[in-house]
């Protein structure tokens, strides 16, 4: 299984688009998870799943949504998480069994800033609450992400 990521930060490169989506759809990723994306990209993958438009039309584009998940593999549920703008989660029937793959970005102005930390508190309850299952968090910060679940699980 190939799982992928790319932060294109909210098409700062638009010019690049093109080259973009050829170079996501030449991985060939069974799942490739984009953060601070934009639905012009579309890729060559059966189902996408992705977070909620993002209501502030001043700072961001109509098209653009903080995280998709695109892969080939069929979803057998939608997993409800802490904030729809900035996370999706889904489980994923594969060939090993099922997976939840949690994208994500986190502290959307920074991990300096004073809602970082209480993001990363709703988003440890998510992955408390979804640890019985195969778990991929995937995107933006995950680092810090797994240096806390690591702390949290082991």
Same mark, same amino acid.
Request: net charge positive.
């Given at each position: 299984m190939r799982i992928a990521t790319w932060n294109v930060e909210r098409l700062k490169h638009k010019r690049d688009l093109e080259k973009i989506k050829n170079i996501c759809n030449e991985l060939k990723a069974d799942i490739f998870v984009l953060s601070e994306t934009d639905e012009q990209i579309n890729l060559n993958h059966k189902n996408f799943f992705q977070t909620a438009k993002l209501p502030d039309r001043n700072f961001y584009k109509k098209t653009e949504n903080r995280v998709?998940?695109?892969? $080939?593999?069929?979803?057998?549920?939608?997993? @409800?998480t802490f904030d729809k703008f900035t996370s999706v989660c889904v489980e994923l029937e594969t060939e090993f069994g099922n997976l939840l793959v949690y994208g994500t970005i986190i502290g959307i102005y920074?991990?300096?800033?004073? $809602?970082?930390?209480?993001?990363?508190?709703? @988003?440890?309850?998510?992955?408390?609450?979804?640890s019985e299952k195969n778990i991929c968090v995937i995107g933006d910060s995950t680092t810090i992400i797994l240096q806390i679940l690591a702390e949290i699980f082991y």
């Open positions: 998709t998940i695109f892969t $080939n593999y069929d979803a057998v549920k939608i997993y @409800q920074g991990n300096r800033n004073k $809602n970082f930390k209480q993001d990363l508190l709703k @988003q440890i309850e998510d992955f408390k609450i979804l």
